[in-house]
C-alpha cells in the first residue's frame, strides 16, 4: 500500500507530508499541543484499486503506474468493473476480463449502492454486451471502436435501460473524467515532490467539486 499523504497548516501555509514532524518545517515552532483547527488531516488518495470497485468506470495508464510512471501524457485505458471486480477491456484482441492489473485506477462508479436491480443483471448484462459482433477483434481500431467507445457505449445501453438521456463522449468526459484526472495528476504531483522530499509546501491546495457518479 502506497503512503498516506497529510496536510496541516501553520505559517498560514498548507504543509504537506507522509509523517507529521514534532516541529514546523517553517518557523520550527512545536506543533503538539497546537489548536484543533490546525490539526492534521489525510488528503483522499485519488487512486483505488478497481478489483475492489463493482460496477465501475476504471482509468488506468495503458503502461506501467499512476503514481510512479506516468507522465501526463501517455496512453490511457479504460475499463468496466462488474460485481465481482472483474475489469472488461476491449483491445486489439477483443474483450478482456481482467482479474488483476487495475489495482490503481481513477474511478468512476456507475451505480448506487441501492440500485439494486441493476446490480442484479449488470454481471449478465455487460458479459452479453460484450460478446456482442461489435466487439470482435477485427472491428478494432484505435480511433472508432476502442477501449473507450467500448465503455461509453455500455453506459449509454445501461442509461437508456433506466429510461434515462445518453452522454455523449465530450459530455462524459468532461463531466466525469476530467475533473478526477485533474485530481490524480495534482495528487501525483504531491506524493512525488514527498518521495523527493519530506515536506510540500503551497499557499493554499484547491478542491474541486467531483460530480459523484453518473
Ligand atoms: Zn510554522
Known sequence: MENRIIMFHHCEKDIYCFYVPEQCPICGQSLIGRRLEDAPVSIPNSFVDGH???????????????????????????????TSGVVYNYIETGVQRDDRGWEECVCVPLVQPDMYSLINQWDVYLEQFSTADIWLPNRYNEYEYNCYSYALTFINRVLVAQSKRQLSTTEFTERYVVPRTKRASRYITLYRELCRSYFYIADGFQTEEVSSQV
Open 52 to 82: 475492489h470497485e463493482k460496477c465501475s468506470f476504471l482509468i488506468k495508464p495503458t503502461k506501467g503506474s499512476f503514481l510512479r510512471e506516468y507522465d501526463g501524457r501517455s496512453d490511457l485505458h479504460v475499463g468496466i468493473s462488474n
